[in-house]
């Protein structure tokens, strides 16, 4: 059974504050309470251990779904959650709202183990908002999993949140000093402070002037008893859409229901039809009124995150005007002809590989083969505290196929070098199943910086394209040949009518934001 938190849930006690008091206390001797950088040092313990424990990949931090207007709301966040669980695997919540009040579950584990019929029983209301998210374990994050409930001067609020903000440590301590009181180390909560304290006559007001006073990347879902608010950040750099689930009565039975989510694969769950996507700047709000939106910001070049397309976002969904599939297989295409070696076959390295490499056989016209087979009850949360673990643990998720990998030259295909450890467990395993030849080839640039606008990245020294040649990194993981995709290839292979600017920060190290709070954000083993 997870570890379950209830907040205005009738009959269940709110465990909120014991938690907190908890999680100062196991902090007590690192810092003391309030004292300079305690928020960043908790983050950064907390962030160091999740990448240890993940492996060597990037890791999104979170999906956002909102529904309003439905009579099993808390259901369909729940479906909404569980198409969107590629996004975050360790905690989840659902708040509701019917009106009068506003409940919210939230705990750790898969949005599966986590909402039970039981627990789903003990959310009514016609109003969900809901978020999954990658964190680490222990009370701490059980209490800064999202949504966070927020008793404010403008009433209850919920705020589900995916993205990070990087303007954070004015916002806070000016907020601290005007007598705010948080109750999470989050991010997101400040967002809730900043509406709570903002001296706009309407609550709508009040999110738009507090919206604009943060920067970074937010793509929010709020509510309230009787409202739900999306938005997304002016630059733009996470996903959000809007979709609609047709009232089963027909035209003239009711208002349909609207809904929200960080990937449209989400509605295709729901049987929700597709609408569009919240523009950069935006600010929708549903109400009894129906939906109404405004444009809190504007002027600000978007600039959206590429490495959703390259490798975060499902391929059957359609992000930023255009599908995940689309864009994969246009990056294989281009990468076989910008870097093309004679071989036998291609294998990806399943799953986020696959698509890229499908383009890439047909490109280049070789065949495609599963080579790898990959375990997917392996859990996701698998701890691997030692290097020898950590080789253990490859092993588990990849088996190599040796009867079409034998006596083959084989072009493998991923999506990113991270430190290169698990690069080179691969190309092994691939020789070991009796590869004459290994070459690999992966459909992005090489990752060069780490990225602070909600996604979780090793220090830079630890980033092996930061600090090494493409050769000294083939050299190391033990390939015959290594070949990125380009800059301007990757920038192509996304390119449509809908010009969208995308943020490719991560391979250049120019930021879009204006400035970057690095005390506040560091990513992750750079505090400890
Ligand atoms: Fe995406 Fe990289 Fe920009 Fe982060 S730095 S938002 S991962 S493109």
């Not at 196991?26 to 004292?35: D, H, K, N, R, V």
């Not at 039981?118 to 994050?141: C, E, F, N, Q, W």
């Not at 444009?295 to 992000?319: L, N, W």
């Not at 799953?351 to 047909?362: K, M, N, R, W």
Request: proline letters at 5%.
């Amino acid at each position: 059974m997870s570890r379950l938190l209830f907040q205005g849930v009738p009959g269940v006690t709110d465990v909120s504050e014991s938690l907190r008091a908890q999680s100062r206390r196991s902090l007590a001797p690192l810092l003391p309470a309030g004292a300079p950088g305690e928020r960043s040092l908790l983050a950064g313990v907390a962030r160091s251990l999740e990448f240890v424990a993940s492996g060597d990949k990037l890791h999104e931090e979170c999906g956002v779904v909102a529904i309003y207007g439905h009579p099993h709301a808390a259901r369909e966040a729940y479906l909404s959650l569980y198409a969107l669980q590629h996004r975050g695997q360790e905690s989840a919540g659902i708040a509701t709202a019917d009106g009068h009040h506003l409940a919210n579950i939230k705990g750790m584990g898969l949005v599966s183990e986590i909402f039970t019929d039981d627990v789903l029983a003990k959310l009514p209301g016609k109003m969900a908002i809901g978020h999954t998210r990658y964190s680490t374990t222990g009370d701490s994050a059980l209490l800064n999993a999202q949504p966070i409930r927020v008793d404010s001067t403008k009433g209850l609020i919920a705020i589900a949140h995916n993205g990070n903000l990087v303007n954070l440590g004015n916002v806070r301590s000016r907020l601290e000093r005007e007598g705010a009181y948080f109750q999470t180390t989050s991010d997101s909560e400040i967002i809730v402070q900043l509406i709570a304290h903002s001296s706009a006559g309407s609550l709508v007001d009040a999110i738009a002037d507090s919206l604009s006073q943060v920067e970074g990347a937010f793509s929010i879902v709020m509510m309230t008893r009787d409202r739900i608010f999306a938005a997304r950040d002016p630059h733009g750099f996470r996903p959000l859409s809007m979709g609609r689930i047709k009232n089963p009565g027909g035209p003239g039975a009711g208002p349909d229901t609207v809904v929200f989510a960080s990937e449209s694969c989400a509605f295709d769950l729901l049987r929700a039809e597709f609408v569009r996507d919240i523009l950069p700047g935006e600010l929708v709000m549903v109400s009894e009124d129906g939906v109404t939106s405004r444009q809190y910001a504007s002027g600000t070049p978007q600039s959206s995150c590429v490495f959703e397309h390259v490798y975060f976002a499902r391929p059957d969904s359609r992000i930023f005007g255009r599908w995940v599939q689309e864009s994969r297989d246009q990056m294989g295409r281009q990468l076989a002809r910008e870097s093309g070696v004679a071989a036998d076959v291609v294998v990806p390295v399943p799953d986020s590989g696959v698509t890229a490499a499908l383009g890439y056989a047909e490109e280049a016209g070789i065949p495609f083969r599963f080579g790898l087979i990959r375990n997917h009850y392996v859990g996701r949360t698998f701890i691997e505290p030692e290097q020898r673990v950590r080789d253990f643990g490859v092993r588990l998720k990849l088996n190599p196929v040796h009867n079409l990998l034998a006596g083959k030259r084989v072009i493998l295909i991923d999506d990113s070098i991270i430190r290169g450890t698990t690069s080179r467990k691969i190309v092994r395993m691939v020789r070991g199943a009796g590869a004459t030849e290994v070459h690999l080839r992966i459909s992005c640039p090489p990752t060069i910086s780490p990225c602070y606008y909600g996604v979780d990245t090793p220090s830079k020294k630890e980033l092996i394209a930061a600090n090494n040649s493409i050769e000294e990194i083939r050299h190391y993981i033990e390939a015959d040949s290594l070949a990125y995709l380009s800059l301007d290839g990757l920038l192509q292979c996304v390119h449509d009518e809908n010009n969208v600017g995308y943020c490719t920060a991560c391979y250049t190290g120019n930021y879009p934001t204006q400035w970057v709070d690095v005390e506040d954000i560091l990513p992750a083993a750079a505090v400890l």
